[in-house]
């Protein structure tokens, strides 16, 4: 899995969408201005818009994609503010540039379609019965909200302020963040709201492919990066230019600072974005960020 999202990053990786997290809050305001559009003038704009599966069918195809625009928690708009301001955006943000841009559009938009598969599921399994309740049921709010939850795999030491007062990791605000959804999913199915829970798993679902993909990803959390430094700047005196018999390395990463020495099945290229001469290894060319 890791190889093949490897391969897709290294054909496709120049169109990844940067500052994405930036377009997708851009979604929710045009989603928060048409809501209140239709609730002063009674237009039914975004009922045009949502993820309908019956109307899809039917060829209304935009749907696919117009439903991203209903914003996370519609009609509370001070919540809205503050959750992008101290949460989806920083949040967002920093998981891009550690990843890279192009991993991180494959996350958001692996939610996106494993919520539209739900959508579809839902209509075949319910016989088209509660297709007029998408706009209700078919958000981005929870694959906004599995940004946190990669973000927590990531730094799970990283220490926030809850409620602005109270310290607490990462790691133990995923562990209540899935404690919540956990009893979301059970609430809903006692009461029978069952298709509410569609995107709820969908969005668990991304996030358990995403860890499966990349395992790997501690090499990116800071105290491995910054372990990894210190030894190869403590390993340079030594020799770690040269390797066991006296060879130079022509090439040198700018992030691990691996060279073709250490396993000659690695590959290096200069970053053409990067301002100077700055080589990388195939780990880290599409993941690193660019130095202006």
Request: proline share 3%; aromatic share 18%; net charge positive.
């Amino acid at each position: 899995m890791r190889n093949f999202i490897d391969n897709l990053e290294r054909r496709y990786g120049k169109y990844g969408i940067p500052n994405l997290t930036m377009y997708m809050i851009a979604c929710y305001v045009v989603g928060y201005i048409l809501y209140y559009i239709d609730t002063s003038f009674q237009m039914g704009i975004l009922s045009y818009l949502s993820l309908n599966v019956s109307l899809i069918l039917r060829g209304q195809i935009w749907r696919l994609v117009t439903w991203i625009i209903y914003p996370p928690s519609t009609g509370n708009f001070l919540l809205f503010v503050i959750s992008i301001a101290f949460f989806y955006y920083p949040l967002g943000n920093h998981l891009e540039r550690a990843i890279g841009t192009f991993r991180y559009n494959l996350y958001i938009f692996g939610g996106i379609i494993l919520t539209i598969i739900g959508a579809f599921i839902l209509h075949f399994i319910g016989g088209g019965a509660y297709d007029s309740l998408s706009g209700f049921i078919f958000t981005t709010y929870y694959i906004a909200l599995s940004v946190f939850l990669a973000f927590a795999m990531l730094y799970p030491d990283m220490q926030i302020l809850l409620w602005f007062v109270i310290p607490i990791k990462m790691k133990w605000m995923a562990i209540v963040y899935l404690a919540i959804m956990l009893y979301t999913i059970i609430n809903y199915l006692r009461i029978g709201f069952w298709f509410m829970i569609i995107p709820i798993v969908a969005s668990l679902i991304n996030f358990g492919l995403f860890y499966l993909a990349t395992k790997d990803l501690s090499r990116y959390r800071p105290k491995e990066v910054k372990r990894r430094r210190e030894f190869y700047r403590a390993m340079e005196p030594q020799g770690r230019a040269q390797g066991n018999n006296g060879q130079i390395s022509k090439h040198k990463c700018a992030i691990c600072g691996r060279t073709e020495l250490d396993s000659p099945d690695l590959e290096f290229r200069f970053c053409s974005k990067c301002n100077g001469n700055y080589e990388y290894c195939q780990d880290h060319l599409f993941t690193h960020t660019h130095v202006q």
